[in-house]
């Protein structure tokens, strides 16, 4: 890399930061952009003590949305190894914008993944939101890797014999949100079993992972243990503090904010 140094996380847009990365030198891009649904997370939103929990979430407006996503998608494009694959998570709202975004740019869609979350929200007029979606695509479908007994060997099974592997690889997964009681945190974070299983499935050690929206570093942190590389853009300073905090401490968790940012 000439004008980027690996193993760091940049405190800069990344549609400034992505196009001093070298082409073609990308393995993976692992990324959760921003919503667009007018989120103001504020530390209210999420009933925890506010000296908890980092304000600052960086909006897009809803009109800018598609052309925010083409531009963005379109470094990831440029950026990626032939072999290279990309998983992007996204909420219903702005799901059409993110699936034009992904065809105009020309990724090829490999699976389309349903987080399944538990979400404790009160609603009375509509159902309970509780999935999120992770579109899984590549550059070159020939050319991409993928690892399916990473996790689970090819014979292994439960205590009722079905195959752990098959059912590992369904494309809608069950997995619990992390709630930091009583740590500091941002409002949104990817749970970290959710990322080491992609990192196992779409990478492996050595590898150059790429996260344009690191918000909370946790796609850094993931990186770190399990031996890949990484390269990370975070646009909000109070993000980028906590998240080079976590790596800095080789923390996990950070008990307050106040810690995290001193």
């Known amino acids: 890399m000439k004008h980027i140094k690996i193993d760091k996380i940049y405190h800069m847009d990344c549609l400034e930061g992505m196009p001093l990365i070298d082409d073609a030198t990308i393995d993976l891009v692992i990324t959760d952009p921003p919503f667009a649904i007018d989120f103001k997370a504020r530390r209210s939103n999420y009933n925890r003590l506010p000296s908890r929990v980092i ?8 009109e800018d949305y598609y052309a925010f996503t083409f531009k963005w998608m379109k470094q990831t494009m440029r950026v990626l190894k032939p072999s290279g694959s990309m998983y992007v998570f996204s909420g219903w709202n702005n799901l059409r914008h993110v699936l034009n975004a992904l065809d105009d740019v020309g990724f090829v869609t490999v699976n389309h993944i349903i987080w399944k979350y538990q979400f404790g929200v009160y609603t009375s007029r509509r159902y309970v939101t509780s999935h999120y979606h992770c579109l899984y695509v590549c550059k070159d479908d020939s050319k991409r890797r993928f690892y399916p007994f990473a996790r689970f060997g090819k014979s292994a099974r439960d ?50 992972i790429l996260d344009p929206f690191m918000g909370s570093g946790q796609v ?28 800095a401490t080789g923390v996990y ?4 904010a106040e810690a995290a940012l001193s």
């Not at 304000?55 to 809803?62: M, S």
């Not at 809608?172 to 941002?186: F, M």
């Not at 968790?253 to 307050?256: E, N």
């Open 55 to 62: 304000e600052g979430y960086n909006e897009i407006p809803q």
């Open 159 to 208: 205590d009722k014999g079905r195959s752990l592997h098959y059912r590992d690889k369904e494309d809608v997964w069950i997995i619990n949100r992390e709630y930091w009681n009583g740590d500091a945190k941002t409002p949104t974070k990817l749970p970290l079993e959710l990322l080491e299983k992609i990192l196992l499935y779409s990478s492996l050690p050595g590898d150059l």
């Open 220 to 247: 850094a942190v993931a990186c770190k243990l399990l031996k890949r590389h990484f390269i990370g853009f975070e646009i909000v300073k109070e993000y980028y503090d906590f998240a080079c905090k976590r790596l």
């Open 253 to 256: 968790r950070l008990k307050d």
